[in-house]
């Protein structure tokens, strides 16, 4: 049988958490009734995903909060979860909060400097990276000058929000066309971030610019060229995770930079057992590397599955494998399980699967196997 798929990400915002929010907005202002903006909202919960939910509380708190705009960003200031209080206590925080930012974006775009200084105590329960894309938009000047002065804040979340509230293609957020089509405003920003204290920040960094490798390719080489020699433990990791998408991609001036432009000097198998599965199953990869070569060979292995769309043609995705070095003359084997189980981004369907090892970027291997969508797997 097919395993239960996991929770979905629109319970993240549920009538007992918009319940719960009521209640701390209500005992911040009297005026606030917090029985009319839950019956503006819970009834409609059922039938949205996450990110409707989100503005379906934008919606209600357009209509209940005081239509000043400063008089409502202090309502919700005041009913923000004190920052020494443990999450999920005393206060708003959480996912309600992607509603109340996009209030603030929304309300606010009139009164950006004030809207911006709610988003930063917002961001610090919870995230303001899709609620300040807006703003970027409108008053790129304005923004841009206030981020360079967050990148030295003492939250760890504001300096964080300058990276990932700028990312081009941040997921679930507002495209921003502009830096899509330039990214030089940011780079400054995520230089003074790179090496920062919190990991948090440093991974935000490596995210926004993965984006930008989609886009200017040229840009995150020239960074790295910049950055990665002499470059601390630390950054060398950002710097990793920023080349993942280039180094699948096998993009030749980022494979060279990490010292894996050279192609695999040997050959390569793969096997897949079993070859037929059904929906929840694993399947398992054998990848075993003989080496030809005269010298020890650095060795980024990653592997692709063909996924079969529903009009029968295929998507490729590139899956992380190993970094490994090849010594002369050596036989390496390399195992990994590969779950092929429902999750709420892919949709999954029958047909023949074509898995594809990469080496340094480049193909060397390939197999396929089978899957049933719906019924029990044939023997493998």
């Known amino acids: ?39 503006a909202v819970v009834p409609h919960l059922a039938a949205l995903e996450l990110k409707a939910r989100a503005m379906c509380v934008a919606d209600a708190l357009e209509r ?24 999920g206590t005393g206060g708003l ?14 309300r606010g775009m009139a009164q950006p400097v004030r809207a911006l200084s709610c988003l930063r105590e917002m961001t610090q329960r ?36 300058v990276s990932e509230g700028t990312r081009p293609r941040l997921p679930w957020g507002l495209q921003l066309r502009g830096l899509i089509a330039d990214p030089s405003p940011s780079l400054p920003l995520l230089a003074a971030l790179q090496d920062d204290t919190s990991a948090y920040v440093r991974r935000s960094v490596a995210n926004h610019l993965n984006d930008i490798a989609k886009d200017h390719p040229v840009v995150v080489a020239a960074w ?11 950054r060398r990791a950002l710097l990793r995770h920023a080349s993942r998408t280039l180094v699948k991609q096998g993009y030749p001036p980022v494979l060279t930079l ?68 090849l010594d002369a003359g050596q036989s390496l084997t390399l195992r990994k399980r590969h779950p092929v189980r429902p999750i709420t981004t892919r949709r999954y369907h029958a047909g023949e ?28």
């Open 93 to 106: 925080d959480g996912w309600f909060l992607w509603g109340a930012g996009e209030f603030v974006a929304r």
């Open 126 to 161: 919870f995230t303001a990276e899709f609620a300040i894309r807006p703003l970027i938009a409108q008053h790129p000047a304005l923004v841009f000058d206030t981020l360079r002065q967050w990148v030295h804040d003492d939250s760890e979340h504001v300096r964080r929000l």
């Open 258 to 325: 990490w010292g894996r432009a050279e192609p695999l000097h040997g050959t390569a198998t793969l096997a897949l057992a079993p070859s037929h599965i059904a929906l929840g199953d694993d399947v398992a990869l054998t990848i075993t590397l003989r080496s030809q070569a005269g010298e020890p060979q650095a060795l980024t292995v990653d592997y692709v599955v063909h996924h079969v769309k529903a009009n029968g043609q295929t998507s490729a995705k590139v899956f992380k494998g190993w970094e490994t070095r």
């Open 353 to 380: 699967h074509r898995v594809v090892v990469q080496v340094n970027g480049k193909a060397v291997a390939e197999s396929a196997f089978h899957l049933t969508v719906g019924s029990p797997a044939a023997p493998g």
């Open 64 to 87: 209940h909060l005081a239509a000043d705009f400063e008089d409502a960003a202090a309502h919700l200031e005041r009913a923000l979860r004190p920052l020494n209080a443990p999450p």
């Open 1 to 39: 049988t097919t395993p239960p798929m996991a929770e979905p990400f629109k319970t993240f915002i549920n009538p007992e958490v918009v319940t719960r929010a009521a209640g701390h907005l209500a005992r911040h202002d009297p005026g606030f009734d917090g029985d009319a903006f839950c019956a």
């Open 224 to 234: 790295l060229e910049r950055h990665l020699p002499d470059a601390s433990p630390h």
